[in-house]
C-alpha cells in the first residue's frame, strides 16, 4: 500500500481545491492520461466498468469483482486518488463490508454508496425505487464498521430527489450524516439554489455529478463553488467522446477501405509512447541486458 494513504490524500485534495473536480477513467490508461495533465482526483463509474469492461447497460448487472479488477488496474499505474462507485454495496451487510475492506486493500481512496434497490437504475432514468431511510442507514453502518483505514471515504449517494422530491432528499441527506457519512453525493439536482440547500443543512462536503445528457444543467466549477459545493464530478466524459471516435474510426475504415480519412482524430504513436513513458521502460530494458551484448 502507499505510504500516505489514499483516503488522506484524497481528503486532503477535497479541502485544498474549490471545488475539487473529479474526473472520470474508465482504465489504467485513461487514469494515466489524467494525471499526467494534472487531475487531482479520479473515478471510476459502475456504469463505465459494466459499458467498458463488460459490454452491459447499468443495471447493477456487474459485481465487486468486476470493479475490483479495474480498480486494481487504475491504481497500481497512478497514486491520483481513485473515487470508486460501489452502487448499493453488492449485497447485505456483510457483503457491503467486504466491499469496503477490499477497495481499501485495492487502494482506493473513497466510495460512494447508493438509496437505490438492489436492482438499481442509472441515477438519471426514470422509475427509481428507493429503499428506507433505515435500511440506507444500516448500509453506512456496515460501510462504516468495516473500515480498516479511518481515512478511506464513505460517501453516501441519494437518489431522492427525482422520486420523493428536494426535501425528502434532504432528509435522507441529513439522516446519512448522521449515520457518519463523510460526504453527500445528491444526485440528479437541476438547479443551483437546491445544491445551496444541501451545502447549508449539512457539515460534511457536497458533491455535484453534472454528467452529460442527463437531469442537471452544466454548471461551472465557479457556479457550483458560488453554493458550496466541494467537488465536482464528470463521470464518464471523456469515455464518451472514446466512444464517439470509434464509432468514426471503424465506420471510416468500412465504408472506405482505409483508415486516412480519420487520422487527425486519432493520437498517434509518439504521443501514446509519450504518455506511457515508453522510453523509460526500453532504457530500462537496455540496461538491464548491457551486459549479454558484451
Request: aromatic share 8%.
Amino acid at each position: 500500500m502507499s505510504i500516505k494513504s489514499p483516503g488522506k490524500s484524497f481528503r486532503e485534495a477535497v479541502n485544498s481545491n474549490s471545488p475539487l473536480a473529479v474526473l472520470g477513467v474508465i482504465n489504467a490508461y485513461s487514469a494515466l492520461q489524467a494525471t499526467k495533465l494534472g487531475a487531482k482526483a479520479i473515478y471510476l463509474s459502475g456504469s463505465g466498468v459494466a459499458s467498458a469492461s463488460y459490454g452491459l447497460p447499468d443495471l447493477g448487472i456487474v459485481g465487486l469483482e468486476d470493479v475490483l479488477i479495474d480498480v486494481r488496474r487504475i491504481t497500481s499505474r497512478v497514486e491520483t486518488p481513485l473515487l470508486v462507485d460501489v452502487d448499493t454495496g453488492f449485497g447485505g451487510a456483510f457483503n457491503i463490508a467486504r466491499t469496503i475492506k477490499e477497495l481499501i486493500k485495492a487502494e482506493a481512496a473513497a466510495c460512494h454508496i447508493e438509496d437505490q434497490v438492489a436492482q438499481k437504475r442509472c441515477g438519471h432514468r426514470p422509475n427509481k425505487e428507493l429503499v428506507s431511510i433505515a435500511e440506507m442507514t444500516d448500509r453506512l453502518k456496515a460501510a462504516l464498521d468495516a473500515r480498516t483505514d479511518e481515512n478511506f471515504v464513505i460517501m453516501a449517494r441519494t437518489d431522492a430527489h427525482a422520486m420523493e422530491g428536494q426535501q425528502k432528499a434532504l432528509e435522507r441527506a441529513l439522516a446519512y450524516e448522521a449515520a457518519g457519512a463523510d460526504m453527500i453525493f445528491a444526485e440528479a439536482v437541476h438547479t443551483l439554489q437546491e445544491y445551496q440547500e444541501y451545502t447549508k443543512a449539512l457539515k460534511v462536503p457536497v458533491l455535484a455529478n453534472i454528467t452529460e445528457f442527463g437531469k442537471t444543467p452544466y454548471f461551472t466549477q465557479s457556479e457550483l463553488a458560488s453554493v458550496g459545493i466541494k467537488l465536482v464530478l464528470y463521470p464518464l466524459s471523456a469515455n464518451r467522446a472514446m466512444n464517439k471516435a470509434a464509432v468514426e474510426v471503424f465506420n471510416s475504415i468500412i465504408k472506405n477501405g482505409h483508415q486516412k480519412d480519420v487520422l487527425d482524430i486519432m493520437q498517434t504513436r509518439e504521443e501514446l509512447y509519450q504518455m506511457l513513458d515508453y522510453y523509460e521502460f526500453e532504457n530500462k530494458l537496455e540496461q538491464l541486458f548491457a551486459k549479454d551484448k558484451k
